[in-house]
């Protein structure tokens, strides 16, 4: 690197491509997919339907959608092997590592894996979407102690992911919620993950290793991880007349509030709007309005005494914990409803490749003569 340039740390602000699938506001708190606001989608569309809007750029017609689920469905199964793979996990194992190795073993049985053809690509993009939401269930099913449940070919995508979940049909407001859940997470401009997927198909590798270089960089907890840690945090603070104090304390000790700012938004996540409403919703529903009330006072407190703003990852807490879901699968979840904006921008990526490769500036010893060891103190 040369002496004078700028060093952009945590790459703010720099902009390393192009892409036609999401476009942020931070100041307006404005989320579209291809145009189509976020609100706008979460309340009139479904998962499988902004899946074939970021595969394709335009919404589609009933044949096109009818086409797409049938696609899906024809691939929700997994391997044998990979069944047995997942039985082999340590009991503890965590279930982000399990669906990073398990997509990384998906690749095994795809013959196709290494054809980085765009038609190829776009095949492999489908049968992601589809066996994501199969390896996950299957890992909590074995991890109980059951069997997996085989996935039904009459229900949608996220209410098939449920059923494999539970072994029972969800009711249709539960399946419309995950629905919703699925279209808010499924992509997110240039995010950590997403660049990660990038950068490894920059380098021409496959769309399985890039996949799976996302789904480790979604896994920490200033990404992906981000959820389970904030209902990991509602159940310390357990009662909503402690939530004041505990906030207080945990910002006096400097602790980041997970949940809670973004690197790009400036105001509300138009996503954690959403969400907002569907945790308040569940919770009257079901009798259990704690986690909505504990989960209002800690946002009143940080937007108080640090000016941030809920992320897309505290209020999806609270909801997936009413809708019965353990907490470390949160961030699965986030991953299984992200593939489809992951290999949308690898097909952006692959459509126009650069090798992604930054600078560094270097900081260590000056040139100096190697020492032989017997010379050395
Ligand atoms: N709690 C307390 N302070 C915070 C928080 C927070 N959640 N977020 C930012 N800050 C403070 C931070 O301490 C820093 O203060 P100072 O300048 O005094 O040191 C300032 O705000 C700027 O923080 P930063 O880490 O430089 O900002 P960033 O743009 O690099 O980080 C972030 C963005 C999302 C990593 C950060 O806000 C954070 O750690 N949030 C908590 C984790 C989280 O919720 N992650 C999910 C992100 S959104 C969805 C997703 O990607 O999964």
């Known amino acids: 690197m040369m002496a004078d340039q700028v060093i952009h740390k945590g790459l703010e602000g720099v902009v390393v491509s192009t892409n036609a ?22 309340e009139q569309s479904t998962y499988e339907e902004v899946v074939w809007l970021l595969l394709h750029g335009e919404l589609p017609n009933q044949r096109e959608l009818a086409a ?92 098939n992911f449920l059923y494999m979940l539970n072994g029972e049909v969800p009711k249709e407001t539960m399946a419309r919620v ?30 399985y290793s890039a996949v799976t270089a996302a789904i480790g960089t979604l896994k920490g907890p ?9 209902m ?18 945990a910002l006096a000790n400097k602790q980041r509030i997970m949940g809670f700012g973004h690197r790009v938004y400036k105001t509300e996540d138009p996503r954690a709007t959403v969400l907002r409403r569907l945790s308040r919703e569940l919770g009257e529903k079901q009798d259990s309005t704690r986690w909505y009330k504990i989960s209002r006072t800690v946002e009143q407190e940080v937007l108080a005494q640090k000016g941030l703003y809920p992320n897309v990852d505290f209020y999806s807490a609270s909801t997936y914990y009413l809708m019965g879901i353990r907490t470390d699968l949160y961030t699965p979840i986030f991953a299984l409803a992200r593939i489809a904006g ?36």
Request: contains cysteine; negative net charge.
């Open 178 to 207: 995950f629905d919703v859940c699925l279209i808010l997470h499924a992509d997110h401009e240039m995010n950590a993950s997403t660049f990660a997927a990038r950068v490894t198909a920059s380098t021409l590798s496959d769309i």
């Open 342 to 377: 992951w290999v949308a921008n690898l097909l952006e990526q692959y459509a126009d490749n650069r090798l992604i490769r930054p600078d560094s500036e270097y900081i260590g010893p000056k040139e100096r003569p190697y020492v032989p060891v017997n010379q050395r103190n």
């Open 68 to 159: 797409l689920k049938a696609e899906l469905v024809a691939n929700r199964t997994i391997p044998e092997h990979l069944l047995t793979l997942l039985k082999l996990l340590p009991a503890d194992t965590n279930a982000m590592a399990a669906l990073r190795t398990a997509v990384s073993m998906l690749a095994l049985s795809d013959l196709e894996s290494e054809d980085n053809s765009e038609a190829a690509n776009r095949r492999k993009a489908l049968r992601l979407v589809a066996k994501m939401a199969t390896v996950v269930a299957a890992f909590e099913r074995i991890r109980n102690g059951k069997e997996p449940v085989l996935p039904r070919p009459d229900l949608s995508h996220a209410a």
């Open 222 to 230: 200033l990404h992906g991880g981000a959820n389970t840690k904030v």
């Open 232 to 249: 990991e945090m509602l159940l310390e603070i357990q009662d909503p007349d402690n939530a004041e104090h505990w906030i207080k304390e």
């Open 21 to 42: 699938l999401t476009y942020i506001d931070g100041h307006a708190g404005k989320l579209m997919y291809r145009g189509y606001l976020i609100g706008d989608l979460a």
